[in-house]
């Protein structure tokens, strides 16, 4: 699968075109993650977490990491855009503050 494919699939998902609406309302039903525990201020869903950009753009989407590489997709609720990220690094920790900072480039309304 390529960036295009995965971009074009969570667009499609959070635009409503792959699953009935109840279902995606269910999918996209969010509980928050306690403070303090992985990642302060996201919360997930069935398959899907979110979080609030410092734009003030909610995103949705996942990521994750394997063999050093940190990868996440994530997109607007309506699917309208999207982006994916991966980061190769030999790190003894995640770079989670470097997401949101790109994300929040990424997803910054333009004026």
Do not use: K
Not at 24 to 29: A, P, S, V, Y
Request: charged share 15%; hydrophobic share 35%; proline share 8%.
């Amino acid at each position: 699968m390529t960036t295009g494919d995965l971009t074009a699939f969570l667009g499609e998902l959070l635009g409503g075109r792959l699953l009935p609406p109840a279902q995606l309302d269910e999918m996209l039903t969010m509980t928050p993650a306690p403070d303090g525990v992985w990642l302060d201020g996201y919360s997930y869903g069935l398959g899907l977490s979110c979080f609030e950009l410092p734009c003030e753009t909610t995103v949705f989407g996942h990521g994750g990491l394997i063999t050093r590489n940190w990868s996440y997709l994530y997109g607007t609720r309506n699917g309208s855009q999207v982006t994916a990220t991966n980061v190769n690094g030999d790190w003894n920790c995640p770079p989670l503050d470097l997401f949101p900072e790109v994300l929040d480039t990424v997803f910054r309304p333009t004026t």
